[in-house]
Nanobody, 126 residues
């Protein structure tokens, strides 16, 4: 059974940090690009960060650039999103998704992603 499971969400104060994990089962991530998306209440889903498969390319939305870091550990079949200097605007459900992508670069369209996790809640509040 193909599955992506996010973990690491929770409540954090403004300025704090969290590390999200996205663990895959039922398939290997080696040839998949991984994207992190988020959806806040009443807002559309937005792409946050992506990491490629073949060359490790990364991409960050302007709103998180310099504060978030995406990484992958293929041996553990897991992708991470380190989130620093969180602000209340970061409150959302965070989803990871996988796209078959055996080329350089990263897909930034959500339509490219075929497998999705169930999401993990991140709340930034004092």
């Amino acid at each position: 059974q193909v599955q992506l499971v996010e973990s690491g969400g929770g409540l954090v104060q403004p300025g704090g940090s969290l590390r999200l994990s996205c663990a895959a089962s039922g398939f290997t991530l080696d040839y998949y690009a991984i994207g992190w998306f988020r959806q806040a209440p009443g807002k559309e889903r937005e792409g946050v960060s992506y990491i490629g498969s073949s060359d490790g390319s990364t991409y960050y939305a302007d709103s998180v650039k310099g504060r978030f870091t995406i990484s992958r550990d293929n041996a553990k079949n897991t992708v991470y999103l380190q989130m620093n200097s969180l602000s209340p605007e970061g409150t959302a459900v965070y989803y990871c998704a996988a796209a078959w992508w055996a080329v350089v670069g990263v897909p930034v369209s959500a339509d490219s992603y075929e497998y999705w996790g169930q999401g993990t809640q991140v709340t930034v509040s004092s």
